[in-house]
């Protein structure tokens, strides 16, 4: 059940930010300058920080929780090389935010936080507020544990980036590197310097059948002459689920045939379904109903890499094209469909 965080919890987080936003760190860090802190003693746990605004967008902080959260980053960064949508992209996003944006883009319920506060703001890009982002919801308010952690992760920030601006650190970001600030379990040490970062792209991997009655069944599938589209849609829509307790995204796991543009298959993927299984699901589903096609059409490779294992054993020919046709159209379909909604 969701807990709600106090306005006396909100006011800490509040005061942090706006503490920070008064040493200006996007005049000294572009977005891809990552900022690394780590409370402890296991790397994983490293707390990972980008900082928008230097190049003129919006002034935010983004806060990546370990390194899953990290690889969502690089999915973000890399979108344009991995050839995914935006969409894609942001809504697989697994981080806390803070923006300073304009009060439009606020909700009621962040609104009426800032009036019970005692905020004032005024003009565009001087609104504060807070997000959450978790692959298979919408966007939205943190709840109180998100705001408490986003609470220590601030204030753990201001302390490393005042070291920073003291010690005039200078930091190789452009080769991979991170500045790195490490806090002791009792907060009474620390130790600070340059690190790589753990990895510096987007890391996906194979997804491997291992049921031998399966594999059996592939190596001995017939062969159609089908050639199918396979892509991965985000809604794009909250929808709210009494389920869960913040707003869904759904996300389509979409089959095409390539030549006719037909859907021949449309599921849909909840955020307690790896939307990639429900994509093989519905391939293994038509080969054993048609038969192996003789090529698949994807358009990044992160489906690819899905789909590879499959293509193999069946004989299927795979091809990466920057652009499907059919799921291109249903992708288009989709947001203007999720624009309606909203």
């Known amino acids: 059940m969701r807990t709600n965080a106090s306005i006396e919890e909100w006011g800490r987080l509040y005061e942090s930010a706006t503490r920070i ?73 697994q981080c806390l935010s803070c923006y300073w944006g304009d009060r439009e883009e606020l909700s009621a319920k962040q609104r009426k936080i800032i009036r019970e506060l005692g905020y004032k703001y005024r003009g565009k890009g001087n609104w504060l507020y807070f997000m959450s982002f978790e692959p298979g919801y919408y966007p939205f308010e943190p709840d109180r544990d998100e705001v408490l952690r986003m609470t220590e992760h601030l204030e753990n920030f201001e302390k490393a980036f ?109 955020p307690d379904e790896d939307v990639n299984i429900v994509l093989v699901n519905e391939l293994l589903a038509f080969i054993d109903d048609v038969g192996a096609p003789r090529e698949i059409l994807v358009s990044n490779v992160i489906l690819e890499a899905v789909i590879e294992q499959i293509c193999d054993i069946c ?15 249903f992708f288009n379909a989709m947001k203007h469909f999720g624009r309606h909604k909203d």
């Open 162 to 270: 005042a070291c920073y601006l003291d010690e005039k650190i200078q930091i190789d970001f452009e080769n991979g590197n991170m500045f790195s600030f490490v806090f002791s379990d009792d907060k009474k040490s620390r130790k600070f310097g340059e690190e790589p970062l753990p990895f510096s792209s987007y890391n996906f991997g194979n997804l491997i059948i291992t049921d031998k009655e399966m594999l059996t069944q592939l190596r001995e599938a017939p062969h159609a002459n089908a050639v199918l589209e396979l892509e991965i849609i985000p809604l794009g829509v909250s929808v709210a689920d009494k389920k869960y307790d913040r707003p869904i995204n759904m996300m389509a796991a979409v089959i095409a045939d390539a030549k006719s543009g037909t859907i021949i298959s449309c599921k849909m993927a909840g």
């Open 315 to 329: 004989g299927i020919k795979r091809k990466k094209v920057r652009r499907l046709k059919a799921t291109g159209e």
């Open 21 to 93: 936003k008064e040493m200006k760190p996007w005049d000294y860090l572009w977005d891809l300058d990552i900022v690394g802190i780590l409370t402890g003693d296991n790397p994983e746990d490293t707390v990972f920080y980008s900082i928008l605004g230097k190049g003129g967008t919006c002034l935010g902080i983004t806060v990546y929780e370990g390194y899953d959260a990290l690889n969502s980053f690089f999915l973000l960064t890399m979108q344009d090389v991995l050839n995914v949508s935006t969409e894609y992209a942001m809504f697989n996003q």
